[in-house]
């Protein structure tokens, strides 16, 4: 529970103190929210709207349209965006001054803040642009010779697949995608498939945290101590992870972890982290060349070239109101808000399927669905077009239907509209659509 002693001493540990653009706005709206809140369960806030009014406050959203595409990106809080245009504009004044002697130190403030959340030393995280980024690090730094096998999901992000789909034809290792029913009957039926594919050949597992077709949350713990004592390597692809659901990285177990924070931490744009446990560092090459001297050095990951400082020292603007939340608070909203919509569906149609486990071990806030006897695909697009709601139609080899995620400045307002159309669909069919799955 984050009480409002919590909350202040959350926003000074998140390096609030050091962020004079943290707005008066966002700063009243948080903290009317945390007296709203008081000392109540995070279940409880969950339901109430006075509490998320003030949350909705600190976004400038265009509410002509309903977003409920929070997975492939989000908005930052107002805030945030103008730390960050704040410092673009003060590093385009004199940039090799401003950017590089100013600005650009504060990464630290920013990796000191990350590494406090995610539970790891301030040498293990490495500020990078996203989580491709990240990801790739990991799929690309380990040497690994031909033959040597590397065991994914064919639900993993498709990019992360395309690059191990690159090692294969440059480096001849072996790919081995596993496929998994969803929803998934159990934990164990999951790390079972993983156990299936591992052979004396295999050296790496690299595990989805959240997929980002359908949400589930994958038994990470569970993969990774049946891969540590036979050697192989696990790689966390946590682009939906980080920010959120409450862990942390002892509760994964895990050596690497890749996120974007453009996507749960509500960072800006072009934001993400690379964690990589000490001793494994000196294995790991960086995408970019580094010096010899960085090898077991966390920023060798870090060497880019010129790029904006602005970006990666807003995170901490981000972080603190991330905090401000609070985790359990956060988690306990989005789950509210895709249970209003997931449970009225399946309720009022027995043709509604989710394909997103609604419990709280298996799936936060995003969650797919698929009609029967409708073309979702073409739900999707006349949600879109017709009512002007942002959705994301999922077509996987093996399942389809429509991701629907909100996020902490959702209203209930925005979700019953797009349940009402989604049932009105139901009822009476797509106009000009043929009847099919
Ligand atoms: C599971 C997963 N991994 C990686 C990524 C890549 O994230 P980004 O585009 O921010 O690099 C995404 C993006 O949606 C994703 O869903």
Redesign the pocket.
Known sequence: MTTRRDFLSGLAAAGFAAQPAFRERAMTSLLTASSIAGNRAAADIAADESYWAEIQRAFDADRTMINLNN???SPTPSHVLEAMIRDLRFSNELPAEHMWRVLEPRIESARRDLAAEFGCDIEEMAITR????A?EIMIFGLDLKRGDEVVITNQN?D??IRAWEQRVRRDGIVLKQISFKVPPPSDDYLVEQFRAALTPRTKVIEV?HV??LTGQIMPVRRIVDLARPRGIEVFV?G??SFAHFPFKRNDLGCDYFGT?L??WLLAPIGT?FLYVRKEKQKQLWPLMAAAKEQDENIRKYEEIGTHPAANHNAISAALAFHRGIGSDRKVARLRYLRDRWAKRLLSESPRVRLLTPLDDTHAGAIALFHVDGIDNIQLGAWLLSEHRIVNTPIVHAEFKGIRITPNVYTTLDEIDVFTDKVLHAVRKGIPNSKSTS
């Not at 996203?130 to 980024?133: C, D, K, P, T």
Request: glycine share 14%; net charge neutral; proline share 0%.
């Open positions: 997975g492939g990106v996203n989580a491709s980024e990801n992000y990019r992360m989805t997929t980002n692809d682009a939906h974007s453009h996507k993400g």
